[in-house]
Every structure is written in C-alpha cells, then in structure tokens.
C-alpha cells in the first residue's frame, strides 16, 4: 500500500509542478499529451506495485511474426 501512495504523491507533484505552466501559456494540445502519457505511465506503475503481470510488448511482435519466420527457415532448408 506504500508503493501506492508514494506513486500518488509523485504523481501529484509532477501536476503541481509542471500544469500551471502549461495552463498559463495555454497550451492545451500539451497539457492533454502530458496528462495521457502521465496516466499511461502512473497506471503502469500502480500495476508494478501490485505485482500484477504486465505484458511485454516484444511477446506480440514475436507472436505476430513467428509463423512468417518459420515459413521462411522452412523455405530456405
């Protein structure tokens, strides 16, 4: 429960730190980029903290991509 609160407390300082910034220079396309990328990389984080499997991106590409390069070694043999 520790991890949990302290992934808050350092995701509210960076809003604290880093909106009002945006918000005065009215810089609403950023602020929307930078409030996605922040919840994507909190709610990873929350994941991490809990222990919970989080799948790696390089599984689907092989998952993708295995049978074309199965075809390929069989080709060449």
Known sequence: MWVIGGILLVAILIIVLEVPPLW?????????????????????????????NIPNPFDLIVTIYKPLSDLMMSLLK
């Open 24 to 52: 005065k220079k009215k810089q609403k396309k950023e602020l929307w980029v930078f409030s996605l990328l922040l919840l994507c990389g909190s709610g990873l984080s929350f994941a991490q903290g809990l222990d919970l």
